[in-house]
């Protein structure tokens, strides 16, 4: 048997499979340190390559693909992996941490807490209760 340790995809399905919490996207925006982490992402980068830089509420408001690629980023550099929801449900966001990177030692009370630290670390303090698996899977045609 073979386990493939990311996303599982083939031409017509994906899936997706965390221990973590779904998020409305303008919800998660409007958290302090969220938000400005996220805008500061987008301002390196715009000054790096010398680019027209928007407000920080313009950019927010925008929140279209590409601020989505910014939150991406900043979930990534804090150690979590995201999915944002499908056509149906495209304003969403589910973060969390795969179960593929549970030590075969750990419990999933210490998975969960080091989930919690991870979000922790980005401004969000989850009670332990709300960490949950999320299995998302869509089918591409």
């Known amino acids: 048997m073979k386990i493939k340790n990311d996303f599982v995809t083939n031409s017509s399905s994906a899936s997706f499979i965390v ?7 303008t919800e998660l925006l409007q958290i302090k340190n969220v938000s400005d982490k996220v805008y500061e992402i987008y301002l390196k980068e715009k000054k790096k390559y010398k680019l027209e830089v928007l407000s920080k509420e313009e950019f927010i408001e925008n929140n279209n693909a590409s601020v989505r690629d910014y939150i991406e980023n900043f979930i990534s550099n804090c150690g ?55 299995t998302e899977c869509w089918e591409n045609r």
């Not at 221990?19 to 996207?25: R, T």
């Not at 979590?80 to 179960?99: Q, V």
């Open 80 to 134: 979590l992996i995201c999915s944002f929801g499908s056509e149906y449900d495209e304003g969403f966001i589910d973060i969390g941490k795969s179960p593929f990177d549970m030590k075969l030692d750990e419990t999933l009370l210490d998975f969960k807490k080091d989930i919690q630290k991870r979000f922790l670390s980005m401004g969000m303090h989850i009670p332990i209760g709300q960490i949950q698996q999320i």
């Open 19 to 25: 221990w973590g919490m779904s998020y409305d996207i």
